[in-house]
């Protein structure tokens, strides 16, 4: 089945510095790639996703890269501020939806 | 619209015991995915459900299993419950079914087996 790496683990960042979560999946059957922040004591909730016929998307402060080739893909969170402190998982999914462990990003004010 | 409800918000149970959740999706949503998160293993993939038939199933033993009801509503089970099950039990519905669409996660049921 499909495995899902994510680093780093944790990332502490100052206030409008970026901040970049990397992951690696196995299945070369993904086509789809969704990242979700989930605050403390709240659900997961989409931020951004992308498909594997794009290689680059981008909303706001937040982009995603996806490398085919490479199997790995990226979440990249620019001018950073302290709400965006939060566990981020990235997801790779071809059937089911398998999720990386998780990071968990600190934005210092 | 309303989001996915999942009922109750918190258990106690006790070991040995059987447990049931409960999950209602988005209105019109008919896949609903089950999850299972835990400080230690992040999100863990336990069965997805699309027109009351399950379509994938993660590796969980035979204790967790589940159904869907022709309303799309969707029932989690855990019987013979050990200590190691405590974990937020999460549920998420997409609305056409399609793998490549969001899921949308519901606050989640905690269990704690005591």
């Known amino acids: 089945g499909e495995n899902v790496e994510q680093h780093p683990s944790t990332l502490s960042v100052q206030e409008g510095d970026s901040a970049v979560i990397k992951c690696t999946y196995s299945?070369?059957?993904?086509?789809?790639f969704p990242w979700y922040k989930q605050e403390l004591g709240k659900r997961p909730q989409l931020i951004i996703d992308i498909r594997s016929n794009v290689g680059e998307k981008k909303d706001q402060r937040i982009a995603v890269t996806l490398n085919k080739t490479a199997k790995h893909f990226s979440l990249h969170i620019t001018e950073t501020q302290p709400e965006d402190s939060a566990v981020y998982f990235c997801?790779?999914?071809?059937?089911?939806?398998?999720f990386g462990q998780g990071t968990i990003l600190t934005v210092h004010p | 619209k309303a989001g996915v409800t999942q009922t109750p918000r918190y258990l106690i149970k006790t070991r040995g015991q059987q447990v049931t959740l409960s999950c209602s999706p988005i209105?019109?949503?008919?896949?609903v995915s089950w999850y299972q998160q835990t400080p230690g293993q992040g999100l863990q993939f336990l069965f997805e459900y699309f027109s009351e038939t399950q379509r994938n199933k993660g590796n969980f033993p035979g204790r967790f299993s589940g159904r869907q009801f022709s309303n799309s509503r969707s029932e989690m089970n855990v019987s013979t419950l050990e200590l190691g099950d405590s974990a937020l039990y999460l549920c998420?519905?997409?609305?056409?079914?399609?793998?490549?669409?969001?899921?949308?996660f519901g606050n989640g049921t905690r269990l704690t087996v005591t």
């Open positions: 299945d070369s059957a993904s086509n789809y």
């Open positions: 998420a519905s997409r609305g056409d079914g399609i793998t490549s669409s969001p899921l949308h």
């Open positions: 997801g790779a999914s071809y059937g089911k939806l398998t």
């Open positions: 209105s019109g949503h008919r896949s």
